[in-house]
């Protein structure tokens, strides 16, 4: 493990790099962090920000990665006496805002897996404000940032090796239980938007949507999911 004052972001390090199974990069500080769809990760001091890189041959399935590692993040922070939930595909809410995000990307054999938390983070830039909250805001005190880490890696450590051994049946429940808007009537932004009522995620992680002409399986991709207005 590495731990960084400073760095453009974890996750193009680990990219860059050649570096084994199981590195874990660190970062208090990153001046381009980076969120999915190339958007932007706000990583001012005070939050949590750390990549990990995985070989792929561990694994028969890389695509519900992202919804392991957000069940992890989600399962540490019960430790911290904080209710969170999912939201698919790769989002930790709190509070009904944004308090963690998971980036997996794959280059080749290796897969890297980035995560970033809000931890004492006391303001967030203008974009943001509204939508983002640090586990400081909800708990009224400064947390350690190791003790966040350790908790993280943890989880990651026995609910990653579980899915390399079985795969992602185990999962489904134990995700869907956390599930940001089950049974509440959402909108999947993709090309062409769907809206229906948020059933559950299936044996495979894919989201199921009740819509007007019946139940659609949705792949995480390219979508956003959002709750209806
Ligand atoms: P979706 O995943 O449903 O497309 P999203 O808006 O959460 O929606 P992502 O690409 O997963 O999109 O995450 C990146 C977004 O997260 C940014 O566009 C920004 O709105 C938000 N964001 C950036 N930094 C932070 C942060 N530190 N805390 C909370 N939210 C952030
Ligand atoms: C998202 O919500 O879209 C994913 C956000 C992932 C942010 C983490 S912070 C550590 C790692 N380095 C990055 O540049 N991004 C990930």
């Known amino acids: 493990m590495v731990w960084l004052k400073e760095t453009d972001s974890t996750q193009d390090l680990l990219k860059r790099g050649d570096f084994p199974h199981g590195t874990v990069v660190v970062a208090d500080v990153q001046k381009r962090g980076k969120g999915r769809k190339g958007r932007r990760w706000e990583s001012q001091e005070g939050g949590l920000y750390f990549s990990f890189v995985l070989s792929a041959k561990n694994f028969k399935e890389i695509m519900q990665i992202p919804l392991v590692a957000g069940l992890s993040v989600s399962e540490a922070l019960d430790s911290f006496r904080l209710s969170t939930s999912l939201k698919w595909p790769n989002d930790v809410y709190l509070k009904g805002r944004k308090v963690s ?14 995560i970033g938390v809000n931890v004492n983070q006391t303001e967030f830039p203008e974009g943001i404000k509204d939508t983002a909250v640090s586990l400081k805001q909800v708990l009224r005190r400064d947390l350690n940032r190791v003790d966040v880490l350790t908790a993280i890696l943890g989880r990651l450590q026995d609910n990653l090796s579980l899915f390399s051994e079985e795969g992602f049946p185990p999962f489904r429940e134990r995700i869907e239980k956390r599930l940001l808007f089950k049974g509440e009537e959402v909108v999947i932004l993709s090309e062409k938007p769907e809206a229906g009522i948020l059933l559950g995620i299936d044996e495979e992680g894919f989201l199921l949507l009740q819509t007007a002409e019946g139940v659609k399986r949705i792949t995480a991709g390219e979508v956003s999911l959002r709750p209806s207005l």
């Open 101 to 114: 995000g998971v980036l997996v990307e794959r280059t080749g054999d290796k897969v890297v897996v980035g």
